[in-house]
């Protein structure tokens, strides 16, 4: 079982940045591949980035070059470093665990924190 809480989240001016955290404990850390997905009001939820148990990383289009995923060297905290933000950025976002990342890109969430929220304005 995986635990996870959201925080960073608030309200911020277009083309500035933000870093969102998420917390991650339970079991078998490391078996688990780690992402952020997002849910603007009225739109379906976004996969934006993965982060793979080889360390490897995936982003959606709509974020590569603007957004980072990372995790600390202690795996306790997953970082999603946000650059460059757009209205369209604006939403809930929560950070994710599957077994797998093709779990997380095609919409399946087995663990999911409570999400926080990020305005852009």
């Known amino acids: 079982h995986v635990q996870l809480v959201e925080s960073g989240g608030g309200s911020v001016q277009a083309g500035r940045s933000l870093k969102l955290a998420c917390s991650v404990s339970g079991d078998r850390l490391s078996s688990y591949c780690l992402g952020w997905v997002r849910q603007a009001p009225g739109k379906e939820l976004e996969v934006i980035t993965t982060l793979d148990t080889d360390g490897s990383k995936e982003y959606a289009d709509s974020v590569r070059g603007r957004f980072t995923i990372s995790k600390s060297d202690d795996k306790k905290t997953l970082g999603l470093e946000m650059n460059n933000l757009a209205l369209d950025d604006s939403g809930m976002y929560y950070c994710?665990?599957?077994?797998?990342?093709?779990?997380?890109?095609?919409?399946?969430?087995?663990?999911w924190g409570q999400g926080t929220q990020v305005t852009v304005s």
């Open positions: 994710t665990a599957c077994l797998t990342c093709s779990r997380i890109w095609n919409g399946h969430r087995d663990f």
